[in-house]
């Protein structure tokens, strides 16, 4: 069966210093990968989506990068990080062709202080 | 451009029904769906609907889709206080799976 594990699960980092959350998908080969923010009280914000090894689309202009270097894992970094980058991240991975649904990982809490 | 809304709160007695609205704007969407957030947890999809479809029933689950509106609508039969989370609407768009999500209803559930 496919998993989706997402590390750390809560992150607690000073204004301006770096950012790496990671993700890994097991159990499937060849997924689309995504990286959503949750901020307080909002809904979910697409952030970056992949559909194969090095390809990364971003969705909005941010202080963030993504990075898939193997086909199951993906990468949310950050080399100076802002107040407003606090949020829920989620990283989630889809199948295609497919009924489009997501499957997400648990998320990871970050707080920029 | 894509949007999706919801109501953001929904209070509703154990055993009552409960139901939550979404609009959406991409008449597009394939399929809409239907995900649930427990608290510091991810989203777990809940049910979805296929385009050409009026209505959906899963257990105590039903999906409207009213596609002139473009108006989805989940009903939970016999509301119970594990149903208390917050649910997401979201339509597809662009290809690739994207999804857009609203902003989530908080359902309340009290005795």
């Known amino acids: 069966s496919q998993t989706i594990h997402q590390w750390p699960a809560t992150l607690v980092q000073p204004v301006g210093s770096p950012l790496s959350l990671e993700c890994t998908v097991e159990?499937?080969?060849?997924?689309?990968l995504y990286w959503y923010r949750q901020a307080a009280g909002r809904g979910l914000q697409l952030l970056f989506y992949?559909?194969?090894?090095?390809?990364i689309s971003s969705e909005v202009p941010q202080n963030l990068s993504a990075s898939r270097p193997q086909d199951r894992q993906f990468i949310l970094s950050s080399k100076k990080l802002l107040l407003s980058d606090s949020g829920f991240y989620l990283c989630a991975w889809s199948v295609v062709p497919g009924t489009g649904e997501l499957f997400f990982g648990e998320g990871s809490r970050l707080t920029v202080l | 451009g894509e949007d999706v809304e919801q109501s953001l709160f929904l209070s509703v007695r154990e055993g009552d029904s409960s139901v939550i609205n979404c609009t959406y704007t991409d008449s597009s969407s394939t399929y809409l769906y239907w995900y649930k957030q427990e608290p510091g947890a991810g989203l777990q999809l809940l049910t979805y609907?296929?385009?050409?479809?009026d209505m959906k029933q899963d257990q105590r689950l039903t999906v409207l889709l009213n596609k002139k509106d473009k108006h989805l609508s989940l009903r939970i039969a016999d509301t119970q206080t594990g149903d208390s989370a917050i649910y997401f609407c979201a339509e597809t768009t662009g290809g690739y799976n994207k999804l857009i999500f609203g902003a989530g209803t908080r359902l309340a559930v009290h005795p």
């Open positions: 992949s559909v194969g090894i090095g390809q």
């Open positions: 609907i296929f385009s050409n479809m």
């Open positions: 159990g499937t080969s060849n997924p689309n």
